[in-house]
């Protein structure tokens, strides 16, 4: 019980208290909305349609309507045609140097549909090119076929990024495409 701190005596007065915002340690507790489990779906001709909660594919896989596509992320497609007006939806990509948050909104609404965080290995290819730079530097040193040290023959091509920068890169735009070919989303938008 929420009086059980003074005692075995009587209740205080006044009001039951209110569940706090936030956790004791300052992070804030998830909001409800934003954890309901969806679910792609595609039609018979692989074309995008809204999203359906979980329930609702459920029923659609026990009751023979549709079969599912793929795992991850888990997608179902149609057997029978089933007209559908289309909501828009609206990509959010949030940039980060480790983690890139991406949040798929109903336009109308401002609902989120599906939302998902891209860890990034960034430091892990940092850490394979330094491996990769001192095995280079060891066979130099070794009593084997010399290698020579090659570092004035290489030019950088023009708009060059960084291998980590490129990895981050190349990780949004594929779960852009991804997200492309499941949810019928106009328009994307990046937070600064």
């Known amino acids: 019980m929420w009086w059980s701190c003074w005692g075995r005596g009587g209740v205080p007065e006044g009001p039951e208290p209110r569940k706090p915002d936030r956790h004791w340690r300052g ?17 018979s001709r692989k074309e995008p349609q809204n999203p359906v909660h979980q329930a609702v594919a459920r029923k659609l896989l026990t009751a023979g309507q549709a079969a599912v596509f793929r795992h991850a992320p888990f997608t ?26 991406l ?18 290995r960034g430091q892990a290819v940092r850490d394979a090119l330094v ?8 066979r130099r040193s070794r009593k084997t076929r010399h290698r020579a040290p090659r570092f004035l023959n290489r030019r950088r091509r023009s708009g060059w990024l960084p291998p980590s920068l490129e990895s981050r890169i190349a990780n949004v735009m594929t ?7 499941l949810t019928p989303f106009g328009r994307s938008r990046l937070n600064p």
């Open 27 to 43: 992070r804030p507790y998830p909001a409800r909305e934003s954890n309901i489990p969806v679910v792609f779906v595609l039609s």
């Open 175 to 181: 779960w852009v495409r991804r997200l492309r070919r």
């Open 103 to 120: 949040a798929l909104i109903e336009e109308h609404s401002h609902r989120v549909v599906f939302a998902a965080e891209l860890r990034h």
């Open 131 to 138: 491996h990769r730079r001192a095995l280079r530097r060891s």
């Open 76 to 101: 179902i497609i149609l057997k029978g045609e089933e007209p559908e007006a289309l909501r828009p939806l609206r990509l959010k990509i949030d940039p980060g140097s480790k983690v890139t948050g």
